[in-house]
């Protein structure tokens, strides 16, 4: 049973336009999400976090937006550019307990 | 480099063959994570550790599979008589947790192939 859900296995976004990446998840108990990108042979990269006491985080171009009642968060960057082409990966995770990965979103910013 | 340190990065063992698996944390962090993740999946956890004790081992196959954070020198993610399905990419991540929820840093990864 996948906990944490990113429905979208790959989004392709024009360079300067808005990339919106989407995760929802199902364990009301998650009180902390965050957002990775990661890279072909590297580890993932923090980006963002947010608690679950806020509906908004905002960090430069990035920006997450949690709705708790509808157990979704999403993830906008903008403007997008090639560098954030990535493979995104939206965790969450329960009073400090372990992180639950979705399966990822392959972003494509085209030039 | 005050990164998480994993090595090595490339590791190829034959059917049977012990494969050990190093993760050094970041500077100042006592918390150390072992994820495997497959082609086209995302990171599954598998075990969580302090120093000299495993704090949650739920995501460890029972058999074949061991993690260790000794009090001196790097984590070590064991895997004996390695089988073809222990094929993938094993990331180590660290986090200091003082003071609340952290993000967990990772290491660019340990990736395993079986012939």
């Known amino acids: 049973d996948q906990q944490v859900k990113q429905n979208s296995p790959s989004l392709s976004v024009q360079e300067g336009r808005i990339s919106i990446l989407n995760c929802d998840y199902t364990?009301?108990?998650?009180?902390?999400f965050l957002w990775y990108k990661k890279y072909p042979a590297e580890g993932p990269t923090f980006l963002i976090s947010i608690s679950s006491i806020k509906d908004k985080n905002e960090d430069g171009r990035f920006t997450v937006f949690l709705n708790k009642s509808a157990k979704h968060l999403s993830l906008h960057i903008v403007p997008s550019q090639p560098g954030d082409s990535a493979v995104y990966f939206c965790?969450?995770?329960?009073?400090?307990?372990?992180?639950?990965f979705g399966p990822g979103t392959r972003l494509s910013v085209l030039p | 480099n005050a990164g998480v340190m994993q090595n090595p990065r490339h590791l190829v063992r034959r059917r049977g063959q012990e494969a050990r698996l190093r993760c050094s944390p970041m500077?100042?962090?006592?918390?150390v994570y072992w994820y495997r993740q497959l082609p086209e999946e995302g990171l599954k956890f598998m075990v969580y550790?302090?120093?000299?004790?495993?704090?949650?081992e739920s995501g460890m196959p029972k058999e074949r599979f061991s993690a260790e954070f000794p009090k001196e020198g790097p984590s070590i993610l064991r895997i004996q008589q390695v089988v073809r399905g222990d094929s993938a990419a094993y990331f180590c991540?660290?986090?200091?947790?003082?003071?609340?929820?952290?993000?967990?840093?990772f290491g660019d990864g340990t990736r395993l192939s079986i012939l």
């Open positions: 965790a969450a995770s329960a009073r400090g307990q372990n992180f639950v």
């Open positions: 364990n009301s108990m998650f009180d902390y």
């Open positions: 991540a660290s986090s200091n947790l003082q003071g609340g929820n952290q993000p967990q840093h």
């Open positions: 500077k100042g962090h006592s918390h």
């Open positions: 550790l302090q120093k000299e004790n495993i704090i949650d």
